[in-house]
């Protein structure tokens, strides 16, 4: 079992920044790499950046150049650095744990940029 626990969102002005951390808990060993999805109502879930155990990270298209993930040495808490954000970027975000098996998943966090 793993657990996840977000924290971070709220409420921003665009342009503004935000940073989203994850704690992770429990069998970690088997987690090959960790991620941020993100979902704005009526959408789908879509992934907006993962880092591999390896620390190679993937970002989607929209957040290239804005956004940051890292993790620490420890590997229990992931981070996504939101810079220059946007009212688009206005969803549930959703820290995920790569596993053999389904991925786990945190409660989400609420960003929502405003003005």
């Known amino acids: 079992q793993v657990q996840l626990v977000e924290s971070g969102g709220g409420l921003v002005q665009p342009g503004g920044s935000l940073r989203l951390s994850c704690v992770v808990s429990g069998n970690i060993f088997n987690i090959s790499a960790m991620g941020w999805y993100r979902q704005a109502p009526g959408k789908q879930r879509d992934l907006v950046a993962l880092i591999n155990r390896g620390g190679s990270a993937n970002y989607a298209d929209s957040v290239k150049g804005r956004f940051t993930i890292s993790r620490t040495n420890a590997k229990n808490t992931v981070y996504l650095q939101m810079n220059s954000l946007k009212p688009e970027d206005t969803a549930v975000y959703y820290c995920?744990?790569?596993?053999?098996?389904?991925?786990?998943w945190g409660q989400g966090t609420q960003v929502t940029v405003s003005s």
């Open positions: 995920t744990a790569v596993v053999p098996g389904p991925n786990y």
